[in-house]
């Protein structure tokens, strides 16, 4: 194989996190000359991600999931529980992926792990030019996309995938408009060892401040019983927890979850992160498309945020694919618009799930709680509803991108460890 000229490619993927590294990866396994600038942030921070099946079935058609299966747990059951003390509370919910014939919904794994693993799979490919620097600036020209990065390094490029996150450089210089709102919440992120089995359950807890969830983690050394935490709550009680013992900490998680697992302790750093929302005027441009949390951005809930921008990119993949086939410049906005066609409808619905099921969390006002409790009511008594639940949180309702269907497609190179 032919070493590209990393400095004159075809697409610039902007930013190195778990979205960016996969677009690159995905899109240089498409046979595209593909450079990926930014930083790798490989802290530990409590945080983790829960991969549904389509996710896992991406990073199998890419060769990548045998490098992250055994670090990785199962998620075999999800399940639902109203600790709002509402009038009318909710009853208790739980969704199991055997019942949608699923050995598993996905697997949770340690997002650090996950994107060391993608930074180590992206340095090694030769054709795909990994440069760890952010970007200063990008310029649009009619014909291409030019970037300087702040170690003085040029690109050229047909497209740039803006994979920059929420304050995306790539789409404030394309002039792409976004809407940002916050969340009276933060969410707390940490790694907890703990006295009992979680039995391949994540379990939900629906709170006054939003949820408190636990999924399942691999065993580690001698910790054989292994969750993540992710509990939104106030900003003036994150700052509190922020400021205990670790031991005391972990007694009020213990308290949170009501002993579910046993005794509990802290297994490494926490994290702490602002919740807020945002959605963009349009998913592509001239010579750009939006990927990930430079396209959506909203609070942790059900776990959509990576399993969404990994559809984007497996979207995005198709469209370029085709766009090339038929002969087309592939940075055209006419070439991009299937993209924005494809991803518009999948975005909007988690945008406003997302935003409509943590606000009604937080209000107290009796009519809300009482149809929050009539929809789990429902879905925990309606098979039909239930199923198509578990299916539309795993898989979607949507035919899924070539990358997402349940063969691997012919040629897929395993990379994996
Ligand atoms: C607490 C929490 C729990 C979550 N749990 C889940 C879950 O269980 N399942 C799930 O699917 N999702 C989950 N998510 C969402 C998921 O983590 C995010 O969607 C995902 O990590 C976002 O990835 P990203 O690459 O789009 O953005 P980011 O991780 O923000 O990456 C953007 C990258 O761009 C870089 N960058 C910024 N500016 C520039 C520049 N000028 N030049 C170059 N690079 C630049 C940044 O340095 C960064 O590396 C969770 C999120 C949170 C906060």
Excluded at 23 to 35: C, E, N, P, T
Excluded at 55 to 74: E, H, M, Q, T
Excluded at 338 to 363: H, K, Q
Excluded at 364 to 378: H, I, K, N, S
Aim: glycine residues 8%; positive net charge.
């Amino acid at each position: 194989m032919t070493q590209v000229d990393p400095f004159h490619v075809d697409i610039l993927v902007a930013g190195a996190g778990a979205a960016g590294l996969s677009a690159a990866i995905a899109l240089d396994q498409a046979g595209f000359s593909v450079a990926c600038a930014g930083l790798i942030d490989r802290r530990a921070n409590g945080r983790t991600v829960a991969l549904f099946e389509a996710s896992l079935r991406f990073y199998k058609s890419l060769g990548l999931w045998p490098r992250f299966r055994d670090k990785a747990a199962a998620l075999e059951k999800i399940a639902m529980v109203d600790a709002t003390n509402a009038r009318f509370r909710a009853p208790s919910v739980s969704f199991a992926a055997s019942e949608i014939g699923l050995s598993a919904f996905g697997a949770n794994i340690e997002n650090n792990v996950l994107v060391d693993g993608l930074a180590e799979t992206a340095a090694a490919r030769s054709r795909l030019a990994l440069c760890q620097s952010l970007i200063e600036d990008i310029c649009f020209d009619d014909d291409d996309v030019r970037a300087t990065l702040a170690d003085g390094r040029r690109i050229r490029a047909k497209l740039v995938v803006a994979a920059d996150g929420r304050g995306s450089l790539a789409r404030t210089r394309a002039n792409i408009d976004a809407r940002s709102w916050t969340y009276p919440q933060v969410a707390l992120t940490a790694l907890l060892a703990h006295a009992k089995p979680h039995r391949n359950i994540s379990t939900e807890f629906h709170t006054r401040s939003g949820p408190c969830t636990l999924v399942p983690l691999r065993p580690h050394g001698e910790k054989l019983h292994r969750s993540s935490l992710v509990w939104l709550m106030s900003a003036a009680d994150a700052e509190r927890r922020r400021n205990l013992a670790p031991g005391e900490l972990a007694r009020e998680i213990e308290l949170q979850v009501g002993g579910l697992l046993g005794a509990m302790e802290l297994d490494g750093p926490c994290g702490f992160f602002p919740m807020a929302g945002m959605s963009v005027a349009k998913l592509f441009g001239r010579r750009i498309a939006l990927i990930g949390e430079a396209a959506h951005v909203f609070p942790p809930l059900a776990a959509q945020g990576l399993n969404l921008s990994l559809r984007d990119i497996a979207a995005l993949v198709e469209t370029l694919e085709d766009a090339r086939a038929d002969g087309k410049d592939i940075g055209a906005a006419a070439s991009l618009k299937a993209y924005g066609t494809a991803r518009r409808g999948d975005i909007s619905l988690r945008t406003n799930g997302v935003d409509i099921l943590n606000r009604s969390l937080l209000t107290e006002f009796l009519p809300v709680d009482l149809m929050r409790g009539a929809g789990f009511f429902a879905f925990s008594m309606i098979g039909p509803l239930r199923r198509a639940l578990m299916r539309e949180g795993v898989l979607t309702h949507q035919t899924l991108p070539r990358l997402m269907q349940a063969r691997p497609r012919r040629g897929a190179v395993a990379t994996g460890g």
